[in-house]
């Protein structure tokens, strides 16, 4: 590659310029504040589901889509980010993710209903899916392997940013205007991140040139589509057939087809849209089964936390934000660190470190109820910010050490790829065992109300006078109010319990993630990738 370039105003640049030891982190800055954005629209959001929720009247099963639709677009075009990052150059493709990203905060801001915002979710997402894994690319093709884990550990940074900023800015925006603004907030820094990839980043452009693999990305899409569809849908309350439903039977055998067309597409292809020849290197291929289940286990609890926050215990947007404001900050310190740390020292035991204080935080989340207090919540959610620290760095190190440079736009968008598969599965299967355990414990809870027992006799008596001499109701009125108290408890207490059921299995599968962890290879970055850069 030449060291003579036109910049984005279309000005020279001397190969003085590149070469300045500045140069490599102004492009680290500019490629952050498009990681920051996209990151930052799956946090910001959480805070305004139960928002949402009660502005459309619309149950979690359908809100959840709100999340799972943004997290699938995202996974289906990560993929396709390589080849158009490959033919186009990487500068152009990312700033087209920024650009659509942008327009489409602007179109989810102006949504008049739940399934015209589902629908510009898809726009965003698609920005998305070009600006994370892109932009990992371009750092890792501006810094030497050496300098890498630091490189990301400072990347990670803009994530760790998000993490506190989305739900805090969103809690605000929320209370003091509507939820509409949380999508506007993203316009004005999309457009600073477009301006400033525009004048500082250089253009980096393979000369391969081949086919894009249409089969296999409508196949892939259709069986993404089509799984996710089938196990968010299987218990919601429009589909009395449950699982058995000609509608879910239909979705899991169009996905199941579309697979099978998948997988045969990628393996006889020449040049497959998903190369899955990358998974016979041994540290990338158990590197991605790490991260989908982490996916499924981390993405598929998150967005249950503000919810439980605000319909549960009465927070409002802006206090459910602030809970989370310690957890980026703790994960930005973190994660520099990390980056050091995987430099000098084997990368398994930071990533070991961090998966077993993530398992920790959602174990202590398991135990949340009515009554839970401040300092209960907060304490597994510092964990939980001291573990991503720990995580995301060494395992992205791990997976790329041995992927050839020419293949490394490829290897990052399937890297980021099965963690939002994952993270999509993780929603529609969390958000479905929601609905069946709160049943469950529903009828159990119910099972210990007996109107003949003293108990229930006597708090239905307090309940009563209650009513009776507080809101100033007839005694007939008051004993119908203390009856919907004891059920509307009932109800809540089970819908607590269900969310402490997908926490637990959560902690289960993260806890899990130790065994693979353990077989992964890690030696020094003395290898063919340094002798690649050095050529």
């Given at each position: 590659?030449?060291?003579?370039?036109?910049?984005?105003?279309?000005?020279?640049?001397?190969?003085l310029?590149?070469?300045?030891?500045?140069?490599?982190?102004?492009?680290?800055?500019?490629?952050?504040?498009?990681?920051?954005?996209?990151?930052?629209?799956?946090t910001?959001?959480?805070?305004?589901?139960?928002?949402?929720?009660?502005?459309?009247?619309v149950?979690?099963?359908?809100?959840?889509?709100?999340?799972?639709?943004?997290?699938?677009?995202?996974?289906?075009?990560?993929?396709?980010?390589?080849?158009?990052?490959?033919?186009?150059?990487?500068?152009?493709?990312?700033?087209?993710?920024?650009?659509?990203?942008?327009i489409?905060?602007?179109?989810c801001?102006?949504?008049?209903?739940?399934?015209?915002?589902?629908?510009?979710?898809?726009?965003?997402?698609?920005?998305?899916?070009?600006?994370?894994?892109?932009?990992?690319?371009?750092?890792?093709?501006?810094?030497?392997?050496?300098?890498?884990?630091?490189?990301?550990?400072?990347?990670?940074i803009?994530a760790?940013?998000?993490?506190?900023?989305?739900?805090?800015v969103?809690?605000?925006?929320?209370?003091?205007?509507?939820?509409?603004?949380?999508?506007?907030?993203?316009?004005?820094?999309?457009?600073?991140?477009?301006?400033a990839?525009?004048?500082?980043?250089?253009?980096?452009?393979?000369?391969?040139?081949?086919k894009?693999?249409?089969?296999?990305?409508?196949?892939?899409?259709?069986?993404?589509?089509s799984?996710?569809?089938?196990?968010?849908?299987?218990?919601?309350?429009?589909?009395?057939?449950?699982w058995?439903?000609?509608f879910?039977?239909?979705?899991?055998?169009?996905?199941?087809?579309?697979?099978?067309?998948?997988?045969?597409?990628e393996?006889?292809?020449?040049?497959p849209?998903?190369?899955?020849?990358?998974?016979?290197?041994?540290?990338?291929?158990?590197?991605?089964?790490?991260m989908?289940?982490?996916?499924?286990?981390?993405f598929?609890?998150?967005?249950?936390?503000?919810?439980?926050?605000?319909?549960?215990?009465?927070y409002?947007?802006?206090?459910?934000?602030?809970?989370?404001?310690?957890?980026?900050?703790?994960?930005?310190?973190?994660?520099?660190?990390?980056?050091?740390?995987?430099?000098?020292?084997?990368?398994?035991l930071?990533?070991?470190?961090?998966?077993?204080?993530?398992?920790?935080?959602?174990?202590?989340?398991?135990?949340?109820?009515?009554?839970?207090?401040?300092?209960?919540?907060?304490l597994?959610?510092?964990?939980?910010?001291?573990?991503?620290?720990?995580?995301?760095?060494?395992?992205?190190?791990?997976?790329?050490?041995d992927?050839?440079?020419?293949?490394?736009?490829?290897?990052?968008?399937?890297?980021?790829?099965?963690?939002?598969?994952?993270?999509?599965?993780?929603?529609?299967?969390?958000?479905?065992?929601?609905?069946?355990?709160?049943?469950?414990?529903?009828?159990?809870?119910?099972?210990?109300?007996?109107p003949?027992?003293?108990?229930?006799?006597?708090?239905?008596?307090?309940?009563?006078?209650?009513?009776?001499?507080?809101?100033?109701?007839?005694?007939?009125?008051?004993?119908i109010?203390?009856?919907?108290?004891?059920?509307?408890?009932?109800?809540?207490?089970?819908?607590?319990?269900?969310?402490?059921?997908?926490?637990?299995?959560?902690a289960?599968?993260?806890?899990?993630?130790?065994?693979?962890?353990?077989?992964?290879?890690?030696?020094?970055?003395?290898?063919?990738?340094?002798?690649?850069?050095?050529?």
């Open positions: 590659m030449s060291s003579r370039k036109l910049n984005g105003s279309g000005k020279k640049l001397s190969s310029d590149y070469e300045h030891p500045f140069f490599k982190w102004w492009v680290l800055i500019s490629v952050m504040i498009g990681t920051f954005m996209a990151v930052l629209d799956m910001i959001v959480s805070v305004g589901l139960p928002k949402m929720m009660a502005t459309f009247g149950g979690v099963d359908k809100i959840e889509w709100v999340l799972t639709g943004y997290l699938l677009i995202f996974a289906v075009v990560l993929p396709s980010s390589g080849w158009i990052a490959d033919h186009f150059g990487y500068k152009k493709t990312y700033f087209l993710g920024l650009l659509l990203f942008t489409g905060s602007l179109l801001s102006l949504s008049w209903d739940e399934n015209i915002l589902i629908l510009f979710r898809f726009i965003q997402g698609a920005g998305a899916g070009f600006v994370v894994p892109v932009g990992m690319a371009i750092v890792t093709e501006e810094f030497p392997p050496e300098k890498l884990g630091i490189a990301l550990g400072f990347w990670g803009a760790a940013a998000s993490v506190s900023l989305g739900p805090l969103g809690g605000y925006l929320i209370d003091k205007f509507s939820w509409h603004t949380i999508f506007d907030i993203n316009v004005p820094i999309g457009v600073i991140g477009l301006v990839v525009w004048i500082i980043q250089r253009e980096h452009k393979t000369k391969i040139s081949h894009f693999d249409i089969v296999g990305f409508i196949s892939m899409a259709s069986a993404l589509a799984l996710l569809l089938a196990l968010s849908e299987g218990n919601s309350a429009w589909n009395t057939g449950g058995t439903s000609t879910i039977l239909s979705c899991f055998g169009i996905s199941a087809f579309s697979f099978i067309i998948f997988f045969v597409a393996v006889n292809v020449k040049h849209i998903v190369e899955l020849s990358l998974f016979k290197n041994f540290n990338f291929g158990m590197t991605n089964f790490i989908f289940i982490f996916g499924i286990a981390f598929g609890n998150a967005f249950l936390l503000p919810i439980y926050l605000q319909n549960s215990l009465g409002t947007a802006l206090q459910a934000g602030l809970v989370f404001l310690p957890v980026g900050i703790t994960q930005a310190v973190i994660s520099p660190i990390a980056g050091k740390l995987t430099d000098r020292i084997n990368a398994k930071p990533a070991m470190f961090g998966i077993v204080m993530l398992a920790l935080s959602l174990y202590l989340m398991s135990f949340f109820s009515l009554q839970t207090e401040h300092g209960q919540i907060m597994p959610l510092y964990i939980r910010g001291f573990a991503l620290g720990f995580i995301f760095i060494p395992l992205s190190a791990i997976a790329l050490i992927i050839p440079k020419a293949k490394l736009a490829q290897a990052t968008g399937l890297f980021n790829t099965t963690r939002q598969i994952g993270g999509s599965l993780g929603i529609a299967l969390l958000g479905t065992l929601l609905t069946r355990r709160v049943i469950f414990h529903t009828q159990a809870f119910a099972q210990y109300v007996d003949s027992s003293p108990v229930y006799h006597n708090t239905l008596t307090g309940l009563k006078y209650f009513a009776l001499h507080s809101l100033g109701s007839t005694p007939f009125k008051a004993l109010q203390a009856k919907v108290l004891i059920s509307e408890n009932i109800v809540n207490q089970a819908f607590v319990q269900g969310i402490n059921d997908d926490f637990f299995i959560g289960v599968l993260t806890i899990a993630l130790i065994i693979p962890l353990f077989f992964l290879k890690t030696r020094k970055k003395t290898n063919k990738r340094n002798d690649e850069l050095t050529n």
